[in-house]
C-alpha cells in the first residue's frame, strides 16, 4: 500500500537561506511523485512532479526535487528562500494500478524577514 | 482562462440541510476528482470520475453522492449534513487518470455545518 510520510509539520528559514522540505514514501509500483503548494485560502498548485525520468526534477519558483529510491525519499529543496515562498507544501504519490493520489500531511513552510 | 471553478466559495448549514457543491472546468479534461482538507491532514479523496458516465468510491466516500453531468461539470451533494462533515472541499481534473497527470484544483468550498 502506498503512504507519503512528510517529516516536519513546520519548518522555519530565514529569508536568503535554504529551503529543505523532507518527505518518504512507501510504494509498491514505479509511482509518480509530486509536490504541490497551497498558499493561505488559495487552491494547490502544482510544483514539480517525478515520473520515471530524470532523478533531479525542476520545478517553478526555483524549487527542485531529488527522487533517491533506496532512501524512498523525495525531498524539496531551494537555494534561497523567498517571502513569498511561505505556503503548505504538500508531497503526493500515485502508482500506475489506480487512479488515487495519496498527499501527506502538509508542511508549512514559514520565513522569517 | 479559468481552469477549474467551484461554487459556492462559502457556505454555512445545518445539522440536517443538503446541499450540491458545483464544479466545472474549461481543460476538456477526462477525469474529475473531489477531496476533503482537514487540519493536519492531506487531501483525501471522496469521489471521483475517470471518464464521463463513470463515477467510483475514494477514500471517504461515506455521507456524500456524486453526479457527472457532462465532460465539464462534476458535483458533489451532502444528503443530510453533519457537523463531521466541516471541512474545506476540493475539486480537481486531469487529463485523464494515469498515475503521471498532475490534477488542477479549484479554489476550494469552505463549508461549516453547525
Known amino acids: 500500500a502506498q503512504s507519503v510520510t512528510q517529516l516536519d509539520s513546520h519548518v522555519s528559514v530565514s529569508e536568503g537561506t535554504p529551503v529543505l522540505l523532507r518527505c518518504n514514501y512507501s510504494?509498491?509500483?514505479?509511482?509518480?511523485l509530486f509536490w504541490y503548494v497551497q498558499h493561505p485560502n488559495k487552491g494547490l498548485q502544482l510544483l514539480l512532479k517525478?515520473?520515471?525520468?530524470a532523478t533531479l526534477v525542476k520545478g517553478i519558483n526555483g524549487f527542485e526535487a531529488e527522487f533517491k529510491k533506496s532512501e524512498t525519499s523525495f525531498h524539496l529543496t531551494k537555494p534561497s528562500a523567498h517571502m513569498s515562498d511561505a505556503a503548505e507544501y504538500f508531497c503526493?504519490?500515485?502508482?500506475?494500478?489506480?487512479?488515487?493520489?495519496?498527499w501527506g500531511a502538509g508542511t508549512k513552510l514559514i520565513i522569517k524577514p | 482562462n479559468a481552469g477549474v471553478t467551484q461554487t459556492p466559495k462559502f457556505q454555512v448549514l445545518k445539522t440536517g440541510q443538503s446541499m450540491t457543491l458545483q464544479c466545472a472546468q474549461d481543460m476538456n479534461h477526462n477525469s474529475m476528482y473531489w477531496y476533503r482538507q482537514d487540519p493536519g491532514m492531506g487531501l483525501r479523496l471522496i469521489y471521483y470520475s475517470a471518464s464521463e458516465g463513470t463515477t467510483d468510491k475514494g477514500e471517504v466516500p461515506n455521507g456524500y453522492n456524486v453526479s457527472r453531468l457532462n465532460k465539464r461539470e462534476f458535483s458533489l451533494r451532502l444528503e443530510s449534513a453533519a457537523p463531521s462533515q466541516t471541512s474545506v472541499y476540493f475539486c480537481?481534473?486531469?487529463?485523464?487518470?494515469?498515475?503521471?497527470?498532475?490534477?488542477?484544483f479549484g479554489d476550494g468550498t469552505r463549508l461549516s455545518i453547525l
Open positions: 480537481a481534473s486531469a487529463p485523464t487518470g494515469g498515475s503521471n497527470q498532475p490534477q488542477h
Open positions: 510504494s509498491s509500483y514505479s509511482p509518480s
Open positions: 503526493v504519490v500515485s502508482e500506475d494500478s489506480n487512479y488515487q493520489l495519496i
Open positions: 517525478y515520473t520515471s525520468a
